[in-house]
């Protein structure tokens, strides 16, 4: 009888082993999925905001070289703020194919790109007695040769800034 009771013990045992081993690989399986999970969200952030960082700078270097092959005076950056300190028209960049080779040109609007919104704002520059940028605009003080240009790129809810100063430089 003894021998018969010490069966069912070692029986007993065996289930419960089982059942915390399967309890184990239940919680480790779950940890591993959600840290699968969580991987592949943070690679499509990283992925989403490398794109948005390139197309932000494409923009600035639109802008760029529009002032490169434009007079800064009659047709380049300095009419795109014909009053005040900013203007909330956006513009964004796009191929003038008249010309060979294309040259960039703004055209007014924001751009969307795939599920990205882009746009390019441009401010007024004041400076300082040391001809140093002030944070905020001072009409008196206004550098009519600088512009602050702000891309901004959107999607989701998230967003990408780059701001850069381009000067007349000619």
């Known amino acids: 009888m003894t021998s018969n009771i010490h069966q069912k013990f070692i029986k007993g045992i065996s289930t419960i082993e ?5 309890a184990f ?13 969580y991987s592949l969200r943070i690679s499509i952030l990283v992925k ?23 007079s800064w005076n009659t047709n380049g950056l300095r009419d795109y703020i014909p009053t005040g300190a900013t203007t909330s028209n956006p513009y964004h960049p796009e191929l003038d194919a008249t010309f060979n080779p294309p040259k960039w040109k703004l055209v007014s609007g924001t751009e969307q790109i795939g599920s990205f919104t882009r746009k390019i ?10 001809y140093n940028i002030e944070q905020i605009y001072n009409q008196g003080n ?15 809810d998230k967003e990408v800034k780059l701001v850069t100063y381009l000067t007349n430089w000619k």
């Open 25 to 37: 690989i239940s919680i480790g399986l779950t940890s591993l999925l959600g840290v699968i999970s």
């Open 18 to 22: 089982i059942l915390i081993v399967v």
């Open 121 to 130: 704002v441009f401010e007024r520059v004041s400076r300082d007695g040391n």
């Open 142 to 156: 206004d550098n009519s040769d600088t512009r602050k240009v702000i891309v901004t790129i959107f999607w989701k």
């Open 48 to 70: 989403e905001t490398t794109q948005a960082n390139f197309m932000a700078q494409e923009a600035i270097e639109a802008v760029r070289n529009f002032r490169d092959g434009t």
